[in-house]
């Protein structure tokens, strides 16, 4: 499985975007990037993924490599609610592709 | 997103006890999950199921023990609950789909104490 890389916590002042980085080195071609986050101890919400091309929705933005080794989760305008411990993931492909390995993920503090 | 339910949310139990955490579904998925969590540590995934009656260990060796009679249904069992169990367990759930690209959302936890 590939690996996963995430600095341990990162500071964002509020309304400002805040960038997350993620590197994967190990990636292979058919292994998705997926994003979680984790509010205070509640259940991981699901926030995006992607493959190769950059993805967007009403939550937030994914950037990926054109190399597909690393990536970044882009918040544009973050709150002080987007305090969190965010989770990349690289999903194998074939049968343990439905398993998600959590790793220690990156604390964001959004402070005013 | 899928609407996921567990319950109960806090339960403090004394050891022996057997307990039953409640989690279900509304949204048909036929794949559901079962991840337990220490505090402050990560996620790890300790039971699964890809529809009714089938049921596979994850991971982490969990001594509990889950049923999937229902598609919408999948309780997960301690008999004999012990302090060591004391931990924070949540279920997901997903489409089927290609394995890679389902997307699991989850319910809110269960943060088990036992004494």
């Known amino acids: 499985d590939a690996k996963t890389t995430q600095p341990p916590s990162m500071d964002c002042a509020e309304g400002r975007a805040a960038n997350l980085p993620c590197n994967h080195s190990?990636?292979?071609?058919?292994?998705?990037v997926y994003w979680y986050r984790q509010i205070h101890s509640q259940g991981p919400q699901y926030i995006i993924h992607?493959?190769?091309n950059n993805e967007t929705n009403e939550m937030a933005s994914l950037i990926i490599t054109e190399d597909r080794k690393s990536s970044t989760l882009i918040l544009p305008h973050a709150t002080l609610r987007d305090t969190a411990v965010y989770y990349c993931i690289v999903r194998p492909s074939g049968k343990y592709g439905n398993k998600l390995v959590f790793g220690a993920g990156t604390i964001l503090r959004v402070k005013s | 997103e899928a609407d996921i339910y567990q319950t109960p949310r806090y339960l403090v139990i004394g050891t022996g006890k057997k307990i039953t955490l409640e989690c279900s579904q509304t949204m048909g998925h036929d794949k559901m999950y079962w991840y337990q969590q220490d505090p402050g540590m990560e996620l790890h995934l300790i039971h699964y199921?890809?529809?009714?009656?089938?049921?596979e260990k994850g991971d982490l060796s969990s001594e509990s023990t889950v049923s999937r009679i229902r598609t919408e249904h999948f309780p997960l069992t301690l008999e004999s609950a012990r302090p060591s169990h004391t931990s924070q367990y949540l279920c997901?759930?997903?489409?089927?789909?290609?394995?890679?690209?389902?997307?699991?959302?989850f319910g809110p936890g269960t943060r088990l104490l036992v004494l």
């Open positions: 190990t990636i292979s071609g058919n292994e998705y």
């Open positions: 992607g493959l190769k």
């Open positions: 997901a759930s997903s489409p089927s789909g290609q394995a890679n690209q389902e997307t699991q959302y």
């Open positions: 199921s890809y529809g009714v009656n089938s049921t």
